[in-house]
């Protein structure tokens, strides 16, 4: 029964108490042994409705006080996965043992791997460097042979025919480009002062701050590689038919870039754009052409700062700059045509006493990586000249 319903009944039963004693008095005399009794009974069913009421009226004010279960927002596993990683950062600065990192898994040898923040910060690469997206990915541990085509000895020609004549065969050759993998890492360091902020904000904090540090090695080792590791842009060429060397080690010239940009096939170039070094941008900028016009212009979108010949311009600090002797100065291209090899997780580790005396914490990652170029059709390489005076053809 409601509330309501309990008021009426009480409004009723006060009626029936003032019956009983109107009655009596109209009738001048005293309640009768029955009539109290009536009464009395009538009394305590009023006080037992109105106990009831009270209890009712407690109880909804418990409900709106209290959020229903049901009502609670179920949290998103990433969600989980922020406040489980920050959760277990802090209790480990702080020399907590239990357990509370149930939302993040452990691998064999004891690393934790909270998936959702390691995808976060290969995501968060892949926004900071365009490279790293452009580039074609191959998930997967042990080696990768991809198939490469080979069309500069012989390829499929198409002739007219004569009947009875028979057709001469041509087929270019089927090679392979082998991705292996190379275990890198990368090490950020944390303020304890941090700890205090929000279990987001520190979530992020940690995965702008390792994606910066991933980026900038990713892209030196995609552009540059190193000898007996990552072959990268540079350790993928075995000829000259897409390497631009300049006239000169610490200048260029217009027509240079036009040479660089004409390397790559006209198929190639929809999604082409220019990498370098800040310093050759700079370079560059002060170029014009034949009517005074400077060749290098801004680009009036939110991506892309510059536009060269057309094309967008990215600078990284990992492409070596102007003024060394054959060095690779300027990459062009479609970078779809470099092939990244990487594992499916990354592997987060988080070092408490490590930097102690720094009050501060570090966060390790690991992957595995490799990289070469499968379409050399696709990218071009500028390489300074051997001096300032003397001029070599590619």
Known sequence: MTIKALLEKKEDLKAKMKGIVDTAKAENRELTEDEVKNFDETEKTIKDIEATIERMEKVENLETKTPKVEDKKELTQEEKDVKAFATFIRNKVS???????????????????????????????????????????????????????????????VAYANEFDELVSHSGKFGTVELTGFLIGALTKISKSLLKNSDLNLTNYVVDKMARKFKLFYEGEMLNGTTNKISGIVGSYNS???????GAKSSLASDELIDIQES???????????????????????????????????????????????????????????????????????????????????????LVEKFATQHAIGVCGYSELDAKVENTQKIAVAVTGTSDTAATKA
């Open 240 to 246: 000259e038919n897409m390497k631009i060397v300049l």
């Open 264 to 350: 790559v096939p006209d198929d190639f170039q929809v999604g082409a754009y220019w990498i370098m070094h800040r310093q050759t941008r700079k370079a560059i900028r002060k170029l014009k052409d034949s009517d005074g016009n400077y060749i290098l212009n801004r680009a009036f979108n939110e991506k892309w700062d510059y536009e060269l010949l057309g094309k967008p311009v990215y600078c990284s600090e990992k492409v070596a700059k102007l003024g060394t002797a054959s060095k690779p100065v300027i990459f062009y291209g479609d970078f779809s045509g470099l092939a990244v090899k990487e594992t499916e997780e990354m592997e987060i580790q988080v």
């Open 95 to 157: 020399g907590i043992t239990n357990e509370v990192d149930v939302n993040l898994t452990k691998s064999d040898n004891g690393v934790i791997i909270p998936k959702t923040i390691a995808k976060k910060i290969v995501d968060k690469v892949k926004e900071i460097s365009p490279l790293y997206a452009s580039a074609t990915k191959y998930d997967g541990k042990g080696t990768l042979a991809i198939p490469k085509y080979d069309d500069t000895t012989d390829d499929v020609t």
